[in-house]
């Protein structure tokens, strides 16, 4: 069984930076893909940045120069840093992360952290 852990919500003021991180612990073989999405109160959960096992990033255009997705495969964890916040930041984050385990492939979901970025 994959287990998620996150860390590194908060509350912070509009222009502020965080860092979130999220890993992974169980018998993996292999990671495919990881990611960072977000849902606000009364939206939708939605794509905020991903990285491939080769490095390659994906970044909603929301977020785009100010956030940064990283990973460390020795760990298994995935960090995402934010800066320049803004209010409508907001949400709680969740990280996903989809790979090869003992029982097959897999796409397992994080706790969710609260990020609040206040004006």
């Known amino acids: 069984q994959v287990r998620l852990v996150e860390s590194g919500g908060g509350l912070v003021q509009a222009g502020g930076s965080l860092r979130l991180s999220c890993a992974a612990s169980g018998i993996i073989f292999s990671i495919r893909a990881m990611g960072w999405y977000r849902q606000a109160p009364g939206k939708q959960r939605e794509l905020v940045a991903d990285i491939t096992s080769g490095g390659s990033t994906n970044y909603a255009d929301s977020v785009k120069g100010r956030f940064t997705i990283s990973r460390d495969n020795a760990k298994n964890t995935v960090y995402l840093q934010m800066n320049s916040l803004k209010p409508e930041d907001t949400a709680v984050y969740y990280c996903?992360?989809?790979?090869?385990?003992?029982?097959?492939?897999?796409?397992?979901w994080g706790q969710g952290t609260q990020v609040t970025v206040s004006s």
């Open positions: 996903n992360v989809e790979g090869l385990a003992t029982r097959g492939w897999f796409g397992s």
